[in-house]
């Protein structure tokens, strides 16, 4: 099976050796992303919701270059460094889905990539 590299300027160059994304076949892997604003590459944290929102958009970016959005999300993984923060993240991170939300899990750990709040990892598989 092929694998075509998924990189858009719509979203932050990634900070290390890896690609936005990888298609492989119909289904997208997408590595993570956090609040770097791919206009000025600098971190989108003044709160938690700005911070979300920008994770967000990101992936969205990464999505759309890949001919997807999010209806094609199947499954999700974030990684706060917060658990009392979940409830808010959630919220934000729900307004993206319409009605058919993917599977998912929410780990908390000690930290992330430039110190940041969130970070959410995708894959999604288009029909």
């Not at 298609?23 to 979300?52: F, H, R, W």
Request: charged fraction near 15%; include cysteine; proline fraction near 6%.
């Amino acid at each position: 099976m092929s694998k075509t590299i998924i990189n858009t300027p719509m979203a932050p160059a990634p900070i290390g050796p890896y690609n936005q994304a990888v298609l492989s076949g119909n289904t997208l892997y997408m590595s993570g992303q956090v609040c770097i604003d791919p206009a000025t590459g600098e971190l989108k944290n003044g709160s938690i919701e700005e911070e979300t929102e920008q994770v967000m958009k990101n992936l969205q970016a990464v999505l759309a270059a890949a001919g997807m959005g999010f209806g094609d999300v199947v499954k999700t993984t974030i990684f706060i460094t917060d658990m009392h923060q979940f409830s808010i993240i959630n919220g934000i991170y729900g307004k993206y889905f319409e009605t058919d939300f993917p599977a998912r899990e929410t780990v908390q750990v000690s930290a992330l990539p430039k110190f940041v709040n969130v970070e959410i990892s995708m894959i999604a598989v288009k029909n």
